[in-house]
């Protein structure tokens, strides 16, 4: 009972690690019906900038956690927002509306450019984030240790996700992107300058994926530049899991792909967590290719 | 100049590509052989891609079955490798039919997906040994060469011809089926599939047989790998590698058989002349996959077909269906 709860914690912290990603991924599939292949590389450059934030931060001779931590999200989610911008005005607008093909193949070359500058940059090794930037503290509840940096993270993640879920719902430019993802001639017609709801997405994704590879990087204590392949394509199974496009959609799917696998890793088999989270993928493409939450897209190749 | 016959340049490559190996040392003919593999791939994947459009990044799965059908084949029963060829091929085809069957009513991006999906699925399931059968992360070693006692290919201009050999059979091949009335079919597939299926096209049954038979293709290319390479591991057949064969496709010139053979010895190619930068020349591909699609989307040596779809106009298709009207790829010849 106690190992299963731990599960569900863990499961759920790695998996609103999953729904920052996800926002990321169903915005910009929302507004421009492409697969941000760049996303998850996004994720690792903000892991990436984070470090290079503390360890600055450390030769600075600043030490209280409270300005610290502040500084290195305040630092890479900024720079990854920027990032995200780049290559939104340099791989994509060139080629919006050339096709299907050729978006998707500068997505993926977007993809490579971050990960092999970030290699030329950091080098090809794992890299360690500093010691002691947060306090390794572990709740003792009814038996249990929880780590109370797992329970920051979900908080943390959540408020962001509140965050968000308001300004799309409540202020006029989260109308303006909800309106554009729907239709870009009518939104056009309605006085809607397109370009810079894309522009708007491009930073709020990205900076959302950036918070997300900061706090597994706090938590792991190490990055890889790789690291981003991987996690953005789970991230991308959790968009596609709630309905792409759909943002509590993002958010719940991230959950349940974050429970199921953490789950599966420990009842079933940890070797073959990855697996199992592309077959969930591929079996709700299969059975519901609309997501859990969904609606009924007419598809156009 | 006078223009010369095609005839003339198709010549003309032929004879280049025999004389190959007695213009260069050794170590330009395994690039060229290295080349060579990701021709096949390519040229497997052009039937998927580029004939019937559906986009795969998951092709090395595919690549891997043949692989490993070969190196477990022929390390644990002694099968000669060089029979084990068609079982390679035929254990991808399998294999490719067994995972579309479910997903083969996906359209566009999902599809992209669920092969990406597949893809990463089976490098895990080669990393996990299931079975003692693939050997984990170090894979099978000693695979052996192709040696059926009068024909043994070992030295490296033998594998140059006995690659060579097996391109010009699947550019036969694939210019024989795209004439054909599955290849018209597919034609129409790509360009409105709920047309095509309107017109009384089976789109689900053209669709699997394209995946089988792209699969096929690979799983030779994975034959050829195993025993060229003499080992297999999951590290060969990992999404990069999908990814290059579908660059290979789409900067060639998508559902264009010159294009594949052009990107291929780019891609394998300039890498080697540029040595000195090994470290950026990943980089340098990233940049060169998005300035290629800014500047000319319809890739090196674009295929007629594909031209418009690719660079067309508008978002919607209207461009695509007023190309085919005016003269472009009928489907009812």
């Known amino acids: 009972m106690e190992q299963f709860v731990q599960q569900v914690l863990n499961g759920l912290t790695v998996g609103s690690g999953y729904a920052l990603v996800a926002l990321g991924y169903t915005m910009v599939y929302g507004v421009l019906k492409l697969i941000n292949f760049a996303h998850g590389d996004l994720f690792m450059l903000g892991a990436y900038l984070a470090m290079t934030a503390a360890v600055s931060c450390r030769a600075a001779g600043v030490a209280s956690p409270w300005v610290v931590l502040p500084t290195i999200f305040l630092v890479s989610m900024g720079l990854v927002s920027l990032a995200g911008v780049l290559i939104e005005r340099t791989a994509y607008r060139p080629l919006r509306g050339a096709g299907r093909l050729a978006p998707v193949v500068s997505a993926l070359g977007a993809a490579v450019v971050i990960q092999n500058a970030v290699m030329l940059a ?50 006029t430019v989260g109308a303006a992107i909800r309106a554009t993802s729907l239709d870009h001639a009518t939104a056009r017609l309605m006085g809607i300058d397109i370009n810079r709801i894309i522009m708007v997405v491009f930073l709020i994704g990205p900076a959302l994926g950036a918070a997300s590879g900061i706090m597994i990087g706090l938590y792991y204590r190490q990055v890889y530049f790789t690291m981003g392949w991987i996690y953005g394509l789970k991230a991308f199974t959790a968009a596609i899991l709630g309905g792409i496009g759909n943002i509590p959609g993002a958010m719940v799917g991230g959950m349940i792909l974050g429970l199921f696998e953490t789950l599966a890793a420990g009842y079933i088999s940890s070797a073959w967590k990855d697996a199992f989270a592309f077959l969930l993928l591929i079996a709700i493409l299969v059975l519901r290719p609309t997501g859990l939450l969904g609606e009924r897209v007419v598809e156009k190749l | 100049m006078r223009k010369l016959p095609p005839g003339f340049w198709l010549g003309l490559a032929v004879a280049a590509a025999l004389a190959y190996p007695w213009l260069v040392n050794d170590y330009w003919v395994d690039v060229m052989n290295f080349c060579g593999i990701y021709m096949l791939l390519g040229l497997s994947l052009t039937i998927i891609v580029g004939y019937a459009g559906l986009f795969n990044l998951g092709h090395a799965a595919f690549y891997a079955v043949g692989a490993y059908t070969t190196a477990i084949l022929s390390t644990r029963f002694g099968i000669p490798s060089l029979l084990l060829m068609p ?53 099978i070693i000693g695979v052996p060469r192709p040696d059926l006692g009068l024909f043994t290919v070992r030295s490296v201009d033998q594998y140059y011809y006995f690659i060579l050999f097996f391109i010009v059979l699947f550019v036969w091949g694939m210019g024989r089926l795209e004439r054909s009335r599955i290849g018209r079919g597919w034609t129409c597939i790509r360009e409105d599939e709920t047309a095509a299926e309107a017109m009384g096209i089976d789109t689900a049954f053209l669709k699997l047989l394209a995946f089988v038979l792209g699969a096929a293709g690979a799983g030779l290319a994975g034959n050829i790998y195993a025993t060229k390479m003499t080992l297999v591991a999951p590290e060969g057949f990992n999404f990069w590698e999908s990814c290059v064969m579908f660059c290979i496709v789409v900067l060639g010139g998508t559902g264009s058989v010159p294009g594949v053979i052009v990107a291929s010895v780019g891609m394998a190619a300039l890498p080697e002349l540029f040595r000195e930068f090994a470290r950026a020349r990943m980089l340098v591909f990233g940049l060169a996959m998005v300035l290629m699609m800014i500047f000319r989307p319809q890739g090196l040596w674009p295929s007629a077909h594909w031209r418009r779809q690719v660079s067309g106009p508008a978002p919607d298709g209207e461009g695509v269906r007023q190309q085919d009207r005016v003269g472009g790829a009928g489907c009812w010849k």
């Not at chain 1, 009814?142 to 300004?167: E, K, N």
Request: aromatic share 10%; charged share 10%.
């Open chain 1, 122 to 171: 950091y080098g090809a090794n794992y890299q360690v984030f500093p010691e002691g930037l947060v306090p390794a503290v572990r709740w003792a509840v009814a038996g249990m240790s929880i780590p109370v940096l797992r329970v920051a993270m979900l908080v943390l993640s959540l408020i962001l996700m509140g965050v968000l879920y308001l300004f799309i719902q409540r202020t």
């Open chain 2, 87 to 139: 079982v390679s091929a035929l254990a991808a085809a399998a294999f490719a039919y067994v995972i579309s069957r479910p997903i083969i009513h996906l359209r566009g991006d999902y599809l992209c997906v669920v092969t990406i999906g597949f893809g990463e699925i089976m490098r895990i399931a080669l990393i996990n040994n299931p079975g003692g059968l693939t050997g984990g992360v170090n894979g």
